[in-house]
């Protein structure tokens, strides 16, 4: 219940593609969805995030898309660019959590120059 | 948003010693500390959550007596790790929340490397 799912484990994209990254989960109760950039040797920084009463959110070229009925979100990178080669991970939260965040186990993607 | 740093960035220890992480917030007033473990290639995990001047609350499976959290400041976390093991050879980052719900902000990670 308190799992979040991933997917792809890795994605390669061409530079100027779209890059498309999907998470699923399965505690109703989870109402804050954030998404998050990883460099190799770094920690997390945060890219967007959602809440469950919005179906889309665009931050630049960042768009999540927000499915409540089948519990699903997804990061959306439009114009990928290599500088954008990094690990994503979705994470869910609780309220009466808080900060405590549930992570996926991470996309690495690869833009091809 | 807040910035974060953790000392050492890299540590190398012998088996059996102990060692200590520490993670700084600089500029925010952190009332809630997050300590995670990420092995390689794989997601964070969270290991203990601290609040200022309070015992720290362990995830199930981490040795509390193992894994020494100290939350002594709104600006100050230590992570010691016990008596440790090549198993224990990790990336350990920390983060930090305020009394904003959902706020929290990543420290650099530190990697240990226990032989």
């Known amino acids: 219940q308190q799992q979040v799912k991933q997917s792809p484990q890795s994605l390669i994209v061409q530079k100027g593609g779209i890059s498309i990254i999907n998470c699923a989960y399965e505690n109703t109760a989870f109402d804050y969805f954030p998404w998050y950039q990883q460099f190799p040797g770094k920690g997390p920084a945060l890219l967007i995030a959602i809440r469950p009463d919005v179906s889309e959110k665009k931050e630049g070229r960042f768009t999540i898309s927000f499915n409540k009925s089948a519990k699903q979100f997804s990061l959306h990178i439009m114009d990928s660019q290599p500088g954008d080669s990094a690990t994503y991970f979705c994470?869910?939260?609780?309220?009466?959590?808080?900060?405590?965040?549930?992570f996926g186990p991470g996309t690495r993607l690869s833009v091809l120059p | 948003g807040a910035v974060v740093s953790q000392h050492p960035s890299w540590v190398i220890c012998k088996s059996g010693t102990s060692v200590k992480i520490e993670c700084r917030s600089l500029d925010f007033q952190a009332t809630t500390m997050f300590w995670y473990r990420q092995f390689p290639k794989q997601s964070l995990m969270l290991m203990a959550t601290?609040?200022?001047?309070?015992?720290?609350?362990?995830e199930q499976g981490v040795e509390k007596d193992k894994f020494l959290i100290n939350h002594a400041s709104l600006t100050l976390s230590t992570l010691t790790v016990t008596s440790a093991h090549p198993e224990d050879s990790s990336f350990y980052i920390c983060s930090v929340g305020g009394t904003v719900p959902y706020e929290q902000y990543f420290g650099p990670g530190t990697r240990l490397t226990v032989t």
């Open positions: 994470a869910a939260s609780l309220t009466n959590y808080g900060q405590n965040f549930v």
């Open positions: 601290s609040n200022e001047g309070s015992k720290a609350t362990y």
